[in-house]
């Protein structure tokens, strides 16, 4: 005899009928700064809401080197008017850790930390019910939960910029770069011409690595950081780190790098016990496929209202570097940050002051 089966998140006792989903006004799916700054907003506003998110809080932070130093200036990256006081100018790390703990403790925020949301489906009407968020923890332990609104403010860190040559797929090749250490006295090259490949570059050579920076372009990026430029090229100009301009990584072995001049075509290979590709990163803008929203495949925009941030699915809308597809210059948490009063300014007309709390 087959055995009825229960939907997830409903607590079903016997001869009772199921107890309700948990429901919210916003459900915010992501709660690193842009996301804290949604939530923000929303407890401000007395909009009910609930922060997801398949990591830690700030996970994006979190991944950063121990000592990275924000280009931006700490006022900047404040949330809702909250003081955001450092001892420098430019925040570390971990006082952007410390701060955006702070913010999450000091609005109240309701966050749902290592809670993966899997799918985000319209519900019966744009009542109560508007949305069903299917989530999952790291348990396994699956929830439905009902919320009139959603914001998908996931980020653009989800998946790296891939080199797409043979041996990207060995053990000695990183996408990702935490600290210099585990690289003294190895050859190391360093793919990119931003700020992450400069400041890696920078702290492998000072640790011991030999270094080889590569870059397609003529020259490093504009938006390097200003107080790195003059160590660069100085390290550039006098050997200390080895520059290949207008050059790319075609092959990758176990004990060596091939390198082909884009300008001659010559190719050369290089010995190399470590690559670290630090080429950027992308969205992962299935979720929003998923529940109907068109992503530009060219821009990686998510197609929606700048005004409102609303997307075309009525209730759902994105905020944060999201917005900005693969362009990740152009919105950051300076700007980002501010999406949650446009969001909530659209949504509060429509949502009742007081509203119902969270539960779960």
Request: proline letters at 8%; hydrophobic letters at 35%; a neutral charge.
């Amino acid at each position: 005899m087959q055995q009825p089966t229960r939907e997830p998140g409903r607590r079903e006792t016997a001869g009772r009928e199921p107890a309700p989903l948990p429901s919210v006004d916003l459900a915010i799916v992501g709660a690193g700064p842009c996301g804290i700054g949604v939530g923000a907003a929303a407890r401000k506003a007395g909009v009910s809401a609930v922060l997801f998110d398949k990591g830690p809080l700030c996970s994006s932070l979190v991944g950063y080197p121990p000592f990275t130093t924000f280009f931006s200036t700490s006022e900047k990256l404040e949330i809702e008017g909250l003081p955001f006081v450092t001892q420098q100018n430019s925040p570390t790390r971990r006082e952007a850790l410390t701060y955006y703990r702070g913010v999450t403790r000091f609005f109240d925020l309701s966050v749902r930390q290592y809670e993966t949301v899997e799918a985000i489906e319209r519900g019966p009407g744009r009542g109560s019910g508007g949305f069903r968020l299917r989530t999952r923890r790291r348990t396994g332990a699956e929830t439905i939960w009902q919320a009139r609104a959603v914001v998908v403010v996931t980020g653009g860190f989800d998946a790296p910029n891939l080199l797409g040559v043979p041996g990207e797929d060995l053990p000695k090749v990183s996408h990702f770069y935490r600290e210099a250490h585990p690289y003294w006295d190895q050859d190391v090259v360093v793919v990119g011409g931003r700020n992450s490949a400069v400041e890696a570059s920078l702290e492998l050579f000072r640790v011991g690595a030999r270094v080889t920076l590569v870059h397609f372009g003529h020259d490093l990026d504009d938006g390097v950081k200003p107080w790195l430029l003059p160590d660069i090229r100085n390290r550039i100009k006098d050997g200390e780190v080895r520059a290949r301009w207008r050059t790319r990584v075609v092959e990758i072995l176990p004990d060596s790098v091939l390198l082909r001049d884009e300008d001659g075509g010559s190719i050369e290979a290089i010995p190399n016990d470590w690559v670290l590709a630090l080429t950027g990163w992308k969205p992962d803008h299935q979720l929003l496929l998923s529940a109907g929203v068109p992503v530009d495949p060219k821009t990686g925009v998510p197609e929606h209202d700048p005004e409102t941030m609303e997307t075309p699915v009525p209730g759902l809308f994105i905020a944060g570097v999201l917005a900005a597809g693969y362009d990740a210059n152009r919105i950051f948490i300076e700007n980002g940050r501010f999406h949650g009063g446009t969001i909530i300014g659209r949504l509060r007309p429509g949502m009742a002051q007081g509203s119902e709390t969270a539960q779960g």
